[in-house]
């Protein structure tokens, strides 16, 4: 099916323990973002990417890692999850500045 | 910086009219999003405004006033569906595609 999809939907990692969030579109946008989102604070931008090759860091990079070697994927990952990292994880992509689409978000519990 | 802010909670009746305020204070702006997420899914465009005045799309209508930094989203003729948070987001300039999103209000439409 055409979209964006996430993977795994639900992760529970102890702290220490590196993870990776899969994103996964078939649009072939050239934007993709990862967000996270917690009580309080909304969503906010962790890292995001123009392209193939291309990320930047966004509001609250620190403690993640990106890459992106194909268009339709962009992993996140944790390299040594802490417990503040437990949140909801959104991806979502983009062709036009003024809309984009997001995943079903992964749920993470670090504990 | 950018510091958007949206109220936390609002209640409104089936079949009324709701208005959803967002006041914004950028270092930069280009557009303002709205953006509707139902519990435990995914946020989903609404709508997006760059120039002063008012965008009418259905039932949910949005405004922007530039000089004051403001923003509304309309919803006519409520219906139960309609209880979701709506999120508020901005664009820092032209040609970026990050946002920048406030807290969230989380609307409940009661019968």
């Known amino acids: 099916d055409a979209g964006i999809t996430q993977s795994p939907r639900y992760k529970i990692t102890e702290t220490g323990r590196q993870v990776t969030l899969m994103c996964h579109q078939t649009w072939s946008h050239s934007y993709m973002f990862w967000y996270r989102q917690d009580l309080g604070h909304g969503l906010r931008l962790i890292y995001y990417?123009?392209?193939?090759?291309?990320?930047d860091k966004g509001e609250v990079p620190d403690g993640y890692v990106v890459s992106r070697s194909k268009t339709e994927n962009f992993p996140l990952t944790l390299e040594s999850a802490t417990r503040s990292q437990t949140s909801v994880y959104f991806c979502?992509?983009?062709?036009?500045?003024?809309?984009?689409?997001f995943g079903p978000g992964t749920r993470l519990t670090v504990l | 910086g950018q510091n958007i802010d949206q109220p936390t909670e609002m209640t409104a009746t089936e079949g009324a009219i709701v208005q959803i305020n967002c006041t914004y204070q950028t270092s930069g702006f280009n557009g303002l999003f709205w953006y509707q997420q139902h519990a435990g899914e995914a946020p989903t465009f609404l709508s997006y405004n760059v120039l002063d005045g008012l965008e009418e799309k259905g039932r949910f209508s949005s405004f922007l006033s530039r000089s004051k930094g403001y923003s509304y989203l309309l919803l006519k003729e409520l219906q139960m569906k309609d209880s979701a948070s709506y999120l508020c987001a901005c664009k820092r300039e032209a040609g970026s595609y990050q946002l920048t999103f406030g807290k969230g209000t989380k609307l409940s439409v009661i019968p």
């Open positions: 979502a992509s983009s062709d036009l500045e003024w809309e984009q689409f």
């Open positions: 990417s123009a392209a193939a090759d291309i990320t």
